[in-house]
């Protein structure tokens, strides 16, 4: 077993970051700006926006978070939408979901300009990076992609089940894990709650990329010896509250898992901080204008 240590892979990553970042400085004058929007009070929520803020600092980034109360109605919120769309100070964009009930959230994806949508959700990026054309990739997959590359792990020809079909992790996941580069190039196999037998598909895996947020929903049984588990989980348990927040749990039971498994990312310290790097890395793309 090795893992696949996200904590490593997204300081190295984070200091190239910090060096570019510093460049741009230096030649514009100016940092790449991040503007994230908050609305409601939902903790899990709350403490990722704060990560990602606090992460633009470190790599020397403006950060701007913007809170709302649950109440703004989606008029409002799409207004200031456009004009954040409009500001030339800002490079990139994001509005943390879920989002409460009263808000469609496919409107407000659509209503970020593609150009700032350094989530990669809205159709456009979305429709380019399944033709493999520049674009903002989700920042879980592309943070996973990333750590497959600095291992040099060659994924190409390789059986893959993405487990959990969100417009987030799992569909985005399947798509690029098909395309034709590397990582990339395999044969992928959807799988989702309408599934027949979960369990039959994800022992055919060479890799798995769990993304249900069901705590150890992946268990020794479901997975054949020698493959690549990738965890998407960051489950949190309630009663588990420690001093420092919540502990917390993967969609992989770990412990178990981990003996059969060629490569595995542990939870915490594996996808979670690559996440982070992902939207850091489409971040300064958009401040530097590499993508459009
Ligand atoms: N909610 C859970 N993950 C994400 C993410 O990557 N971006 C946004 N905007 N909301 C999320």
Request: proline share 4%; hydrophobic share 40%; with cysteine.
């Amino acid at each position: 077993m090795n893992l696949l240590d996200g904590k490593l892979v997204s300081a190295k990553i984070k200091e190239d970051i910090k060096q570019e970042a510093a460049a741009f400085l230096a030649e514009t004058g100016r940092k790449p700006h991040l503007v994230a929007i908050l609305v409601g009070n939902d903790g899990a929520s709350e403490t990722y926006v704060a990560s990602k803020m606090r992460n633009c600092e470190l790599v020397g980034f403006e950060s701007t978070n913007i809170h709302f109360d649950t109440s703004i109605s989606e008029g409002e919120l799409l207004a200031k939408i456009n004009e954040l769309n409009a500001d030339g100070g800002v490079d990139g964009l994001i509005v943390q979901l879920p989002l409460p009930k009263h808000i469609d959230p496919e409107r407000v994806t659509e209503a970020i300009d593609y150009r700032k949508d350094v989530d990669g959700f809205h159709p456009v990026n979305l429709g380019r990076m399944q033709r493999n054309l520049p674009c903002f990739i989700p920042a879980t997959p592309y943070g996973i992609l990333l750590m497959l590359a600095h291992y040099g792990i060659d994924t190409s020809g390789m059986h893959a089940v993405v487990v959990g079909r969100s417009n987030i992790v799992g569909s985005p996941m399947s798509i690029l894990l098909a395309r034709n580069s590397n990582p990339g190039n395999c044969t992928v196999t959807l799988t989702h709650s309408r599934t027949r037998n979960v369990k039959e598909e994800v022992l055919r895996a060479d890799i798995i990329v769990a993304a249900i947020g069901k705590k150890h929903f992946i268990t020794a049984d479901m997975v054949k010896e020698g493959a690549i588990v990738i965890d998407v989980g960051i489950n949190r348990e309630m009663s588990d509250r420690t001093k420092s927040g919540y502990k917390l749990y993967g969609d992989v039971d770990f412990e178990q898992v981990a003996p059969k498994s060629s490569w595995i990312t542990p939870v915490p310290g594996g996808v979670g901080l690559m996440t982070i790097v992902g939207l850091l890395k489409n971040t300064l793309e958009a401040a530097k204008g590499s993508i459009y």
